[in-house]
Nanobody, 124 residues
Framework: VQLQASGGGLVQAGDSLRLSCAAS????????MGWFRQAPGKEREFVAA???????HYQDSVKGRFTISRDKAKNTVYLQMNSLKPEDTAVYYC???????????????????WGQGTLVTVSS
């Protein structure tokens, strides 16, 4: 499975941005699709995920601001980011875990396939 992330850019605090992750194959029949991010000098961290069932999961710091969704027909997952803050600045990665279970939803080691990352920069 190949994943292609896009949609990053430079925005101001308070702005919105939508990231897209297009998969080369169907990825919604099992496991989960997730978004992770890595800020400069920091470890990669979980942002959000959507399971095959459609249930969604978020890191506490983005709850209420970010929304993960999917378009099955396009094999694409989206991350709508609203009310962006400078601390959201990072490279954002999409990932797919075909056998991922709920207890591992935020564990990057549970995801087998990764996109190349897209940079989001939020200026203050």
């Amino acid at each position: 499975v190949q994943l292609q992330a896009s949609g990053g850019g430079l925005v101001q605090a308070g702005d919105s941005l939508r990231l897209s992750c297009a998969a080369s194959e169907r990825t919604f029949s099992s496991g989960a699709m997730g978004w992770f991010r890595q800020a400069p000098g920091k470890e990669r961290e979980f942002v959000a995920a959507i399971r095959w069932s459609g249930s969604t999961h978020y890191q506490d710091s983005v709850k209420g601001r970010f929304t993960i969704s999917r378009d099955k027909a396009k094999n694409t997952v989206y991350l709508q980011m609203n009310s962006l803050k400078p601390e959201d600045t990072a490279v954002y990665y999409c990932a797919f875990g075909p056998n991922l279970i709920l207890s591992s939803i935020s564990n990057q080691n549970a995801y087998a396939y990764w996109g190349q990352g897209t940079l989001v920069t939020v200026s203050s």
